[in-house]
Structure formats: structure tokens, C-alpha cells
């Protein structure tokens, strides 16, 4: 167990050492016919056997419960009147024990070499406990002898199947393009190179070059290669999860492809253990539900975190991280590649300059692309019109937009959306005219992305206007695409909904524009200053060199390095400060309160979830809601099924007068969930008007 296996098996047998006490066996018989819980710490007494050996890793028998807090806990701690019964009676079932508290350290020696290396190795071990104290838990319930665990897969077997299924995909395409065979030569380069050592790769693929398929194949034959047990697959989005997990069941098996993250639907119980502890293969998840629970302090985000040491972890979509918690960010996974056996694959057509940062600085960084320039050039699928100077208008764009039989428009905020698509779609009553936000429930973006590919498919006039969730990743292939003034990566992906496969004469067309009554959101502008600076007219986002002097100069621009956000997050996991890093730091003179603002949270905006009952399937999110509050079916798989209706508003909006008179909560006293009782557009969603105009949501 990547070098603790001393440690994980030491704290595993002390855990609940405090169980064997006369008090907790007297409350355990009196709640034994309520279910109710025993309220008796039995935390501290292993904690303090493995003290003096385990050092500060002693706190993850302290959090096996609650969560990881700091090894100052430890130092307060001290025998009790009757812990010397207690342990001879914990010793009599658990003779192994005994011999725990004399020793050398359990620690092993490499994780003295750096308190972060020792930090990532608390965590593992941490997950590694929980993980197997749930198990275990879980099997006594079921009546099992021994835990339900998955046997290791056959990963030489997974790439014959992948190799395959492949092979049949691309026989089913009905003609092979340019494209189809850079595809290929690039395919069969980028897996040769899957022989390479393990440690950090990077696959600088454009758009539309198939790198949803080559980063699965060189992932799957890097593990079959090295030994490697399992890859994990992460994106910023779930569109893009539900995208591309469909694309790996039909390569790989359903019964080989966990996909993982909040709108995930597993009523089967086997998915959703495997769910909460990655005992899968091949796992596709989100950057948010990998990075939230790497930072995390808490068991059931924490128990499966084990599961990165030794496995090919894929980052697609990588530029997509944020900015501000970059540097804690490439350093965990700076660790978790030196340290622990984990071969990171940077994946995106939009390939940031990390190595400008002084966290990787020292790196070995491997392309798996020598010349990406010579592909960039051989993809180039678009030319870019720029529209800067003179700035149009809103209407001028809207006009633009109905002159094209089939064209996308993206733009960065919600309320821009909504008035674009309004603008349209009054002057093309003959074009199916679509909107997609995430004002919209996944069910009702589901089924309008299945109706504009076919439309695009069927060459049926087609215009669809949309905020930047179908920008990275999405397939979606235009003609033309218009898009509003952003940083240089999101023109750049944005671009990469147009002309994928390369057919047209000529290329696509990617119109930037900044229309004058809709200004650069905030939130974007220190990269639209980068931008505007490096790209125009002959000079394009597709250009890599120009990108990376582009990254280069919004790093220093951003002081990533020395930012305080990241700095605030590294020294607290330096001074082994989980709760501070999860939770963020105590705020002085204010109690117990703490900076949220400081802590890591890939998504800072603290959203209100609206669950919609008037979408489709008339009665069922209605009928759900009342199981839900009623108690009639257990809540999780209620949940499940209800996320396909949720609507995630920033808490600004949800709280404003006019929203909140139309929500209700789902569970009285609890104000992250509720109902919206209002209106649902069946083109926008959910519309709260004007308010929140530089939302992203």
C-alpha cells in the first residue's frame, strides 16, 4: 500500500480500541433496538497507542468519524482511570496489538523528506482507514464474512477490448477525412509512447484531433504496462462526463466504467459503493469531485483517495482549473506522480504553461506530441474574424446570426444568453432557434443537445445561443460560431465547436466579438487584457506558441505563485492544518469562524439548489419531492433520481426578493435546497430576469 502498509495496518487494528470500554458496551445493548448512535468517544484510546509511532498520522483514528483536524489534537490526549481494563480487554480480541506501542516510527522514512510529501501520505493512509472501516461496517450489516471488494481487472484484457471496440467505431464511419487520418497517426504515436516511465505527461491535441480516445488509449496501455490498476478520468463539467463516459462504455463495458459526480443516477448499490470509494477500473469524474475530496477532510469525501496511488490519472480539459488554486493544485499532484506511483496525462487543445510556475519548475513535463505546432497547423479547421473595433451591438450580432442556416453563439453570462436567444429567435421563426444555459435542468439540456445534433445532422437550419458550458468538450459541429470577447482559452475551445471534422471549403468561421451593451464580465477581464494584447487579426488562439506566451504573461500578471489565496492553502498544509486547508482558517477575534474565502473550494460561488417540477414528465420531480419529504423511499435514492431536475442559482440570486417568493424549502430548515414554485420557460429554463447579470452560471 504505496510504502505505508505498516502504518494503514496499525491503525486499522487501534481504531476502535475504545469500543472495548464497559461504558460503550452498556450504551451499545441499551440503543441496540432504536438504532440509535453511542455517543461515547472510543477515538482517543487508539489514538494514544499509536502515538509515539505514528506521530502525527495518529489523527486519522481521531477523524475516522468526524474528519481530520491537526495533530495539536494529539497532544492533549492522556490515559483515563479505567483505559488500562479497557485495553486488556481490547488486547484479549486483538492480541496483534499488543506489541504497537514500542518500536521504531511507522512512518515511512521517505515521507520525512518533505512535510507536504508527509501530508499527501496522512491523506492516503486516512482514506485507506476510513475506506476499509465502511467496508467492513457495511459487510457486518449485510451478514457478510468479508467485504464486498472488486477483484483487480485484467487491464491487459481492458486494452484488447478497448483495441477492439475501437476498431469497430471507426469501420462504422461512413467515409474517412483528412482528419480522420491525422486522428489515426496521432492515435497510434501517442500509444507507442504509453511504454514511457510513469510521471507527468502532457497531450497538447487540438480540437477535433479525437482526444477523448487517445488519452484513454495511452492511459489504459500506460496501466497495462507499469502494473497499474486503475485510470481515472477527470473533466470540468458534467456534460462532458455524461459525453464522454457514454463514449467509454461503448469501448470498454458498462460493467468496466464507473461515472462519478452529482447528477450521476446509481440505484444499483454495487455502483454506488464503488461510487464512494472509486473501486472501479476506469473512473470518469469531474475536476471538482477529484480535487474537492483530494483537499477534503471529511470520511465519505476522503475514502477514496487511496485510489490515486498507482493509477493513470487523466486531467482533460485541463485549462479549465482555477487560477487561484493552482499552485496547492500542480503541487498535490507534483506528490502524488514523484511519490506515489500516479502518472498524471495533461489532455486539452488549450495545454497551459505550468512549468512557469515555480511549483513545477523543476518537473520533467513529457509531450506526447513532439511538434505540436506542425498539428495545430495540420488541424486548422477555422479562420477568425474579429469584431473589436467599431464594437456592435447586441442586435448587430442577433443579425449577423440569423443571416447563417446553422450557427452557435456563445456568450459569458446567463442574462446575456437569454436576451441574444430572444433577439434571434423573433427574426427566425422559420430556424429551430435553441438555448442552453444551466438555468436549464440536465433533463431538459439532455434533450435539447439531442435535438440539435440531430438537426445538424439532418443539415436542418439550426441556431443555437448558449452560455460557455458547451464550449469545452461538447460535441457540437457548426459551421459557424460566434463568440463573445473571453480569454484567449475560451475562444479557443470555443472554436472547436466549429468545423470539427474539416469538410468545409474554406474552413469555419469563429467571429469574435464585444458588443458594446453587454461589457466583459469582471470576472474575465485580466485574461481579456491578456488577450487583447497577444491575438487579432493574423495572429489566432490556435497558435501554441502565442498561447504559451500568452499563459506565461496571465500568470504573472495573476501572481500565481506568490497569490495569497494558494500561499494561505499551502501553509496550512504544511503545518498539517486539515481543517483549516478544507474549511479555511480560523478568522481572528471572531470565534470559531472561519475564512471560507481561503479555503479550497474548486467552486467559490455557494450556490442554492432549485429543484423544477414543471419540466417534461409532468407529476414525477412533484411525486419524488413527496417521497422525499414524506421519508416513503431513503432519501439518497430520491436524490439521485431528483437531480435530473435541479437548477444550481448562486445564492445572491436565490435570496433576491422577487426569486425567493417563489421557492419553498424541500426540508424546513434547510436553505441549500428548495422548490421553485415559479414559472419554467421550456426555451430558457428557469428565469429570474435581470438579476446576477455576471453570473457564469
Not at 46 to 62: C, E, S
Not at 162 to 183: G, H, I, M, T
Not at 415 to 428: K, N, P, Q, S, T
Not at 579 to 595: F, H, K
Request: glycine share 8%; with cysteine.
Amino acid at each position: 500500500m504505496f510504502g505505508a502498509g505498516d502504518l494503514a495496518a496499525a491503525l486499522g487494528l487501534v481504531h476502535d480500541a475504545g469500543k472495548a470500554a464497559c461504558a460503550w458496551q452498556a450504551k451499545l445493548v441499551k440503543v441496540s433496538a432504536t438504532g440509535d448512535r453511542v455517543n461515547i468517544n472510543h477515538k482517543n484510546l487508539g489514538a494514544l497507542l499509536v502515538r509515539d509511532r505514528a506521530l502525527a498520522a495518529a489523527i486519522a483514528v481521531l477523524g475516522h468519524h468526524g474528519g481530520l483536524e491537526c495533530p495539536q489534537d494529539l497532544l492533549g490526549l492522556s490515559f483515563g482511570p479505567d483505559d488500562e481494563q479497557t485495553l486488556e480487554r481490547f488486547f484479549e480480541v486483538v492480541p496483534e496489538a499488543r506489541g504497537l506501542t514500542d518500536g521504531p516510527p511507522l512512518l515511512p522514512e521517505a515521507w520525512s523528506e518533505s512535510v507536504l510529501l508527509g501530508e499527501m501520505g496522512i491523506r492516503l493512509v486516512f482514506s485507506a482507514l476510513v475506506d476499509a472501516d465502511h467496508l467492513d461496517t457495511g459487510a457486518h450489516a449485510e451478514g457478510l464474512s468479508r467485504p464486498r471488494v472488486t477483484q483487480p481487472a485484467d487491464m491487459t484484457e481492458l486494452v484488447r477490448r478497448f483495441e477492439f471496440n475501437r476498431a469497430v467505431l471507426l469501420a462504422d464511419r461512413p467515409e474517412r477525412s483528412d482528419v480522420d487520418r491525422v486522428r489515426a497517426a496521432l492515435y497510434a504515436d501517442v500509444v507507442r509512447r504509453a511504454a514511457g516511465e510513469p510521471g507527468v505527461y502532457r497531450l497538447p491535441a487540438p480540437t477535433g484531433s479525437g482526444k477523448t480516445m487517445t488519452a484513454a488509449g495511452f492511459a489504459l496501455h500506460h496501466a497495462a504496462r507499469h502494473g497499474k490498476p486503475r485510470v481515472i478520468v477527470a473533466v470540468p463539467f458534467t456534460t462532458i462526463t455524461e459525453q464522454n463516459a457514454g463514449v467509454y462504455r461503448r469501448l470498454l463495458g458498462a460493467d468496466v466504467v464507473l461515472e462519478h459526480h452529482s447528477n450521476a443516477e446509481l440505484d444499483d448499490r454495487r455502483l454506488r459503493l464503488a461510487a464512494e470509494n472509486w473501486d472501479a477500473p476506469f473512473v470518469v469524474t469531474t475536476t471538482v469531485q477529484l480535487f474537492d475530496s483530494l483537499f477534503g477532510r471529511k470520511p465519505a469525501r476522503s475514502r477514496k483517495l487511496h485510489r490515486l496511488a498507482n493509477a493513470v490519472v487523466v486531467l482533460d480539459e485541463v485549462q479549465a482549473l482555477p487560477v487561484p488554486l493552482l499552485v496547492p493544485i500542480l503541487d498535490a499532484l507534483r506528490v502524488l506522480s514523484q511519490h506515489f506511483g500516479t502518472t498524471v496525462l495533461l489532455a486539452s487543445a488549450t495545454q497551459p504553461s505550468f512549468e512557469h510556475l515555480a511549483v513545477w519548475k523543476s518537473l520533467d513535463i513529457r509531450s506526447l506530441v513532439d511538434d505540436p505546432v506542425q498539428l495545430f497547423t495540420r488541424l486548422k479547421r477555422v479562420r477568425y474574424e474579429w469584431q473589436l473595433a467599431p464594437k456592435p451591438t447586441t442586435d448587430d450580432i442577433a443579425a449577423q446570426i440569423c443571416g447563417e442556416r446553422q450557427a452557435l453563439a456563445i456568450v459569458n453570462t446567463v442574462a446575456h444568453a437569454r436576451g441574444l436567444y430572444r433577439l434571434v429567435a423573433d427574426r427566425r421563426p422559420d430556424a429551430e432557434v435553441v438555448h442552453l444555459s444551466t438555468r436549464m435542468c440536465p433533463r431538459h439540456r439532455e434533450v435539447t443537445l439531442r435535438r440539435v445534433r440531430k438537426l445538424l445532422d439532418d443539415k436542418e437550419p439550426v441556431l443555437v445561443v448558449a452560455t460557455q458550458l458547451v464550449e469545452a468538450g461538447v460535441d457540437l459541429d457548426f459551421p459557424v460560431v460566434f463568440r463573445a470577447l473571453a480569454p484567449a482559452e475560451s475562444l479557443q475551445q470555443a472554436a472547436g465547436r466549429a468545423n470539427r471534422e474539416g469538410r468545409l471549403p474554406g474552413g469555419g468561421r469563429v467571429v469574435v466579438f464585444d458588443a458594446v451593451d453587454a461589457p466583459v464580465p469582471t470576472f474575465y477581464r485580466i485574461g481579456v487584457d491578456k488577450t487583447r494584447a497577444l491575438f487579432g487579426e493574423g495572429r489566432d488562439p490556435d497558435d501554441p506558441v502565442l498561447l504559451e506566451e500568452y499563459y506565461r504573461r496571465l500568470y504573472t500578471g495573476l501572481n500565481v505563485d506568490e497569490a495569497r489565496r494558494g500561499s494561505v492553502i499551502q501553509d496550512n498544509r504544511a503545518e498539517l492544518d486539515f481543517r483549516a486547508v478544507a474549511d479555511g482558517p480560523r478568522i481572528a477575534g471572531a470565534g470559531s469562524a472561519r475564512d471560507r474565502l481561503l479555503a479550497f473550494r474548486m467552486i467559490d460561488e455557494d450556490p442554492v439548489t432549485l429543484i423544477v417540477t414543471t419540466w417534461d414528465e409532468p407529476g414525477r420531480a412533484t411525486e419524488l419531492l413527496r417521497e422525499l419529504r414524506t421519508g416513503e423511499r431513503p432519501a439518497g435514492a430520491v436524490l439521485r433520481e431528483l437531480r435530473g431536475y435541479m437548477v444550481p442559482v448562486p445564492r445572491a440570486v436565490a435570496s433576491a426578493a422577487q426569486v425567493r417568493a417563489l421557492c419553498r424549502p424541500v426540508v424546513e430548515g434547510h436553505d441549500e435546497l428548495w422548490e421553485w414554485c415559479g414559472d419554467y420557460d421550456p426555451h430558457v429554463g428557469l428565469d429570474e430576469g435581470e438579476i446576477a447579470k455576471e453570473t457564469v452560471w
